[in-house]
């Protein structure tokens, strides 16, 4: 079945570290990959896509390229701020039936100022 | 606020107990969804809409869940006979599916209802 594994957390940087949250993927088919991001206090909310291999998705300085070689969705950011400080969750949909999400496990970033 | 809505936040009831969420998705959105998120898990998907008809059931949705959405608007989820393992955050996400099932992938979620059975 299809799946999402993400590195487990939490994770705590320095304000300006460069950021890198691991997340590979088991699926069928040719999956869309998400990243969501959960602040405290609020709902989840997409941060960023990629529909197909090689895609690169980008927000709020936040990137992940879709590498199908590596089944991989690799969030990184070059420089975190404290208001980055949320729980981050990668997500698959492989448009069958449903526009249904499987999410890996998530993980909780803290950026210490 | 034009987001998607769900009520009550949290819910603390007793074991054997009823207890009905209810969501309110982005007044546009034809799809909606139930998920359920345990601590430091992922959310996983529980059921979906198209407007009033419910399409799909993931079999962690047992005999004692029933979802509706009546008028295709909002939604509720009931768990009849509530189970301490019922404890969980109840998510729910809306989107617009086009013609052809055209649409970004984008899910909306709301807050959550978060259960407790004691």
């Known amino acids: 079945g299809n799946s999402v594994t993400q590195m487990e957390g939490p994770v705590t940087l320095s304000e300006e570290a460069f950021l890198t949250i691991n997340c590979t993927y088991t699926a069928t088919g040719y999956p869309s990959l998400f990243w969501y991001v959960q602040y405290p206090g609020e709902g989840l909310q997409l941060l960023l896509k990629?529909?197909?291999?090689?895609d690169k998705g980008s927000n709020k300085g936040f990137e992940a390229t879709y590498r199908k070689e590596t089944t991989s969705f690799h969030l990184e950011k070059g420089s975190v701020q404290v208001s980055d400080s949320a729980v981050y969750f990668c997500a698959l949909s492989t448009y069958q039936g449903a526009q249904k999400l499987v999410f890996g496990q998530g993980t909780r970033l803290t950026i210490n100022p | 606020d034009t987001g998607v809505s769900q009520n009550p936040r949290h819910k603390i009831t007793k074991r054997g107990q009823n207890v009905t969420f209810r969501c309110d998705p982005i007044?546009?959105?034809?799809?909606l969804y139930w998920y359920r998120q345990t601590l430091g898990q992922g959310p996983e998907f529980l059921t979906y809409?198209?407007?009033?008809?419910?399409?799909?059931k993931s079999r962690l949705l047992s005999d004692r869940f029933s979802a509706e959405r009546p008028k295709g608007s909002f939604s509720t989820l009931e768990i009849q006979r509530t189970e301490q393992g019922d404890s969980a955050m109840y998510l729910c996400a809306s989107s617009l599916v086009g013609a052809g099932g055209s649409n970004t992938g984008e899910l909306f979620f709301g807050e959550g209802s978060r259960l407790t059975v004691l």
């Open positions: 809409f198209q407007n009033e008809a419910q399409l799909e």
């Open positions: 990629a529909t197909k291999a090689d």
């Open positions: 007044s546009e959105h034809n799809r």
